[in-house]
């Protein structure tokens, strides 16, 4: 994507887009009290919808219905739950998602099939059914395109998360005014394999599913699958978008600069969204990006990218601000990639370290002041081939061992 | 090896067999004033010596070293210093590691070739080469082959180790008594790539050195490359073995039932010295045995039992005593093996947690109990084949970030 393309940003999320309203209540599925834990969004007409989800091999029931949904390419809702992931659930977790598509739609009016599930929270419990039902109930109730409800809708899915993260720009196809919003739930369980956590996105641009899949497929790829907290994949990965056409443009159906300028401006929110998702990661005080060129091949580049940003030492060195830069080549070293330490040059904030297997001459202070920084910018040139990848991650602090050893199941 | 077979343990470690003197003296690498930091170990003959090292792709010069040493199948002596890992030094690294054993080679009247170099803590920068040849000469003064010396050599090899990590046996081979002892450094950047750490292994069997690599090599196999801390593989990764003679035993040349007998008893030290590593794991409070069974292959086994020890999700709710086992069951299924919720177990202590699909009937306090336990148990069976791995980790604290982040380059 050229860098040069500008959008208008827009407050809102989830209903920025025409013709999107959404509700956020506390159904008492989270044991704190008042704490909202009920998501629903609506279109008021029929939407194109594309999904990506985790690639895990026991996937939770919600992702195995929204396969289904998806493989359809039209949908009108979402209802979500937080507290509760109903994943390693086994059949009755699939009646559970089941009942909740069956329980939105009734009250919206809808086929349980043009509605998506996503569930997030601990693993391996029933839902209470009782109270998503009631949640459900009130929540349509409650539905509205402003955006506090936009606001609700997002806090009702979060778990670990400390900040909402939304985000929505609006951008002119065909001489219409499109937007593309969206928000995401997640801090902890955020691995770059596919998809991580949970995604909803919004547009009022008419695209066609087929079309929309592709545009989705590549914003992924540049945005949720370059960045981990901490390497494990979830369960219930899931990312929506669900399109509807009340921009009133020409609906876009094959390559063209429309699926373009549409193609770059999901991009563009989608890695705003991720990178919040790693700022927001559990315990995390800093923001890592790691810039791998040189490689032999992509892959080669996604390999040591990927085996840095998950490295437990030099997420603790980043955490300390201590410009261990020997940990940083060492782990590139050993993740298994093609690598020569004679052409290996690494700069920190741009501030060369190490280059053709010695250290660099660069004082120690200057080092220390660019790995202090709250942005760490890490970027290594292998200098063996053309490959490239970039990953996003943050520092581990005693602050993520806190809230993982106490977290209760 | 059938579990009925038992070696009479002994106090001790690299001067446990006969034939074997040691020192380990302070010479100011180290910053903090009189800590040990130059270790060496004497042979009053002739060994055969075998070794496996890091697979990193930047090892550091002392590796390179002793890859040639061992090649030549001869060596009389080690000589180790901590602070300093020289890696990642390049040439000037290499007449570093050089002129160490040119030094000890000198005080004690040998060929640099028989003399084995190792080398451990901050990477990237030059060895302060006045301060270690005033330790070798110190050092070659005070060799000893009494218990104390032993315990001097691995306090100069240790870093953040919190305990000195010895073991030796005893057992009759061909009707002679053979020891067979060593000690082993190492609490951070450990990883089950390869051989983990620094680890110096004495006996006084008579064995071929061709014999002797083979007996390491399955011994490793069977202990340091089944333990994990962090997943982060060293630049200087050594095992070494010297076997001088001294007992007297008929050279051991082949298999057969004295070659069997000093494998084990070789495994039998590897196994103990990797479990203490673990045990002193940074910032570890907990040992946890991850078994896993019923694998399509036994490399899938390996993948699994090495994702769950990696996992911070899993590790930190050891630490935290929750039997989070949905952390568990979801690493298995995301690590790239071959997984079917429907037939996997898994026991927590030897008390069920999941099976078929959806949590065990086993109340919340059991499961606690067993999560509880100073060592925890985790035992995975997949339920498709019959790979099998084992791998030993710890948890993961808040005092493993402290360690790492306030760690000072």
New interface residues.
Partial sequence: MPRSVRFRKMEGGVTAAGGFSAAGVACGIKTRKNTRDLALLLSDRPCSVAGVF?????PAASVLWNRAVVGSGAARAVVVNSGN?N??????GEQDTAAMAIAAAGELGLDPGQVCVASTG????PLPMDKVVAGVIEAAERLSPEDAAGAAFVDATMTTDTVRKTMAVRTVIGRRLVTVGGCVKGA??I?P?VATMLCFLTTDAAISPATLRRALKAAADASFNCITV??????NDTVLVLANGAAGNRRITRSGPAFEQFARALEFVCVHLAKRVVRDGEGATKFVEVRVRGARTDRDARTVARGIA????VK??I??G??????I???A??CGA?????K?RLRIGGVLA?A????AHTP?SQLQKVMQRQDVDLDIDLGLGKGRATMWTCD???E??????????
């Fill in positions: 985790t690639t895990i091999k026991a992931a994943a390693c659930t086994g059949k009755r601990v693993i391996g419990h902890g369980m691995s394999q901490d390497g494990d994949m979830s369960t998950n490295s437990p030492l603790c060195a955490h300390g201590d410009p261990n830069w020997g940990r080549v060492c782990r070293a050993g093609a690598f020569d330490p004679a290996t190490y053709r297997g010695v250290p120690l581990l602090s005693r993520y061992v806190t809230i993982n050893a106490d977290y209760h199941t």
